[in-house]
């Protein structure tokens, strides 16, 4: 089983601010990499594919990069709406999340 | 609009079981695979199992292999979580979502990511 370690798992960050999660994966994943952005009572929202690709309708401060086993979603300047937890998933084989990192106000 | 809406959690003793469903609509549920996610208190997500748009490839995780079975009726939209023997362990907010890629190589569990989700909906398993 391929496992994700994420990192942070908490991050307190201001409106403005650069963000930037690391996971990385126990093997290589190519670029079979997504990240989701969760929010309570909410539905799971799609924000990259591919490692690098941006969702649809997604705000263009979200990028993603990476590729084999290290991977890492970068905010650029942090927005109001974005205080949520990240989590990223493997799709190389099979579907492992990574455990999540929350993005809370500073 | 993609709109994947989840019913029938709710309290449940341990060892019983329950069936959750998950309607969609604003496109063609035929020709997309499916998923279940969950989410228990307090934890990360956890893939639960998937079902290919023709029902040929279907996958679970071990931690329900055996006592969970997932179906889908494209006449109605719909995908289905029957969960038999339940424990403690299985309460969590149970998502479905739309998958987006395609199965190749006789397989269809590489290269397909989960584009839209539901909101959920709360098992708890307790005496």
């Known amino acids: 089983d391929i496992q994700m370690t994420q990192s942070p798992s908490t991050l307190s960050a201001s409106v403005g601010d650069r963000v930037t999660i690391t996971c990385r994966a126990s093997q290589s994943i190519s670029t079979w990499l997504a990240w989701y952005q969760l929010k309570p009572g909410k539905a799971p929202k799609l924000l990259i594919y591919k490692a690098s690709s941006l969702e649809s309708g997604v705000p263009s401060r979200f990028s993603g990069s990476g590729s084999g086993t290290e991977f890492t979603l970068t905010i650029s300047s942090l927005q109001p709406d974005d205080f949520a937890t990240y989590y990223c998933q493997q799709y190389n084989s099979y579907w492992t999340f990574g455990q999540g990192t929350k993005v809370e106000i500073k | 609009e993609v709109q994947l809406v989840e019913s029938g959690g709710g309290l449940v003793k341990p060892g019983g079981s329950l069936r959750l469903s998950c309607v969609a609509s604003?496109?063609?549920?035929?020709?997309?695979?499916m998923t279940w996610v969950r989410q228990a208190p307090g934890k990360g997500l956890e893939w639960v199992s998937f079902?290919?748009?023709?029902?040929?490839?279907?996958y679970y995780a071990d931690s329900v292999k055996g006592r969970f079975t997932i179906s889908r009726d494209n006449a109605k939209n719909s995908l289905y979580l029957q969960m038999n023997s339940l424990r403690a362990e299985d309460t969590a907010v149970y998502y479905c979502?739309?998958?987006?890629?395609?199965?190749?190589?006789?397989?269809?569990?590489?290269?397909?990511?989960?584009?839209?989700w539901g909101q959920g909906s709360l098992v708890t398993v307790s005496s």
């Open positions: 604003g496109f063609t549920f035929s020709s997309y695979a």
């Open positions: 979502a739309r998958g987006l890629g395609y199965c190749s190589g006789g397989s269809c569990y590489s290269g397909i990511l989960f584009q839209h």
């Open positions: 079902m290919s748009s023709g029902s040929t490839y279907i």
